[in-house]
């Protein structure tokens, strides 16, 4: 493990990396799942906070196996051995979201024990790796230290928040901490320490398949709203049915379309020490697109008469995370880029429009699937704006990297 070449030509993901990721469909769906059911009881403060919290558990835990990998991935024996305990702790994490979300919501104890039990898990397996690379790649120790320490010591005190019967906002108090840690151990690792030798295009493919996996959400929601109509109603096959599945798939390729207009290997390749805000922004975006195919599971939950939300929460269920994605890439672009671009400007004022419309139509009482119809429109104005002209501003941004 002497570092793989960040310059390597044809480097892309591996059928490793890529059963990795199968378990964060599992953790993405049991978290999106758990949301969806949250909100469709009411609780939705505590829904959102819980989200929000197994997101960052789900999104980090998938970085920082990525990131080791694009440095020091050797597919040998021991390093595939260490991915499948990988494996294993990302699903012990996934078992225990359920229970993180009621103990939320209950207000009393966190119960995120099993939680911290899958993080260990993972842990073991990511220090072996890293100490793998300490002792066969003596040029980068510092680094690698850095990493094991952060890695320790945020562990350690993850396990005392789990064995401490703390409230839950003295726990999310307490957590700030470790999280604080879990953050700046890699840019001190990267920025201080001499660094890994990460491959651009090859992160940047891995981050784009984790956008694919969560863009899976809005697929299962469309699924689950249309189910509802054509297997849970006597209409059947109506014309809501056809819209809903036309504003779900719409929606979802169109956060598609969007994420991967932006060439963003070629972005991450020219400058390299942008990499953190590149690479902790995407933890905002993938919680986002995930959220938004909550928002159609809870639709599917309102058609079925299962829901506390009326139509127009229902509707602002899904157009909440869809402002949110769309606002999360144009921020994320152009923070990277270090421009303030007026023409996206007015792009986001007419996605907000869109949006906007949308809630009004649910509360003049227009019928949910004409309403999701128009929050699938929203991507399709940035959609047509780079088509026809934001394309040559792309290529004015670049030129000033």
Do not use: K
């Amino acid at each position: 493990m002497t570092g793989r070449d960040p310059h390597e030509e044809h480097r892309a993901a591996t059928p490793l990396e890529l059963l990795f990721d199968l378990t964060f469909v599992v953790a993405f769906g049991v978290s999106g799942d758990e949301l969806a059911h949250q909100l469709a009881e009411g609780h939705v403060a505590a829904g959102i906070v819980a989200f929000c919290f197994a997101s960052f558990a789900i999104c980090w835990a998938w970085i920082n196996y990525s990131w080791m990998a694009s440095a020091y991935d050797t597919d040998d024996w021991a390093f595939r051995l260490l991915t499948m305990v990988q494996m294993v702790g990302v699903i012990i994490l996934a078992l225990g979201l359920p229970e993180l979300f009621e103990s939320i919501h209950e207000g009393e104890r966190l119960h995120n024990e099993v939680v911290i039990a899958g993080y260990m898990v993972m842990r073991v397996a990511l220090c072996g790796q890293w100490l793998r690379a300490w002792r066969q790649d003596p040029g980068r120790r510092r680094a690698h230290q850095a990493y094991l320490v952060a890695i320790l010591t945020a562990q350690v005190l993850w396990c005392i928040i789990a064995i401490l019967p703390l409230d839950v906002p003295t726990a999310f108090v307490a957590m700030l901490v470790p999280m604080v840690i879990e953050l700046a151990g890699p840019y001190l690792a990267e920025r201080r320490f001499g660094g890994t030798p990460w491959h651009a295009h090859h992160i940047a493919e891995r981050y784009g398949l984790l956008t694919i996996i969560t863009l899976g959400e809005g697929v299962i929601g469309t699924v689950a709203v249309v189910s509802a109509i054509i297997h849970d109603t006597e209409v059947g096959w109506s014309l809501d049915a056809i819209l809903l599945l036309t504003a779900g798939v719409g929606l979802t390729f169109g956060q598609w379309w969007t994420y991967f207009t932006i060439p963003w290997a070629e972005v991450l390749h020219r400058r390299r020490d942008r990499s953190f805000l590149w690479g902790y922004g995407h933890i905002l975006l993938f919680a986002a697109i995930a959220a938004t195919g909550s928002g159609l599971h809870v639709a599917a939950y309102y058609l079925e008469h299962h829901s506390e939300l009326g139509e127009v929460a229902t509707v602002a269920s899904v157009t909440i995370p869809v402002a949110a994605y769309a606002l999360l890439l144009y921020v994320l672009y152009n923070s990277f880029m270090h421009v303030i671009d007026p023409f996206h400007v007015l792009l986001v004022g007419l996605t907000a429009v869109v949006l906007v419309a949308s809630v009004v139509m649910a509360v003049a009482g227009v019928p949910m699937a004409w309403c999701l119809i128009v929050v699938a429109l929203a991507p399709v104005v940035t959609i047509v704006g780079y088509e026809a002209v934001g394309h040559r501003h792309l290529v004015s941004h670049f030129e000033r990297l």
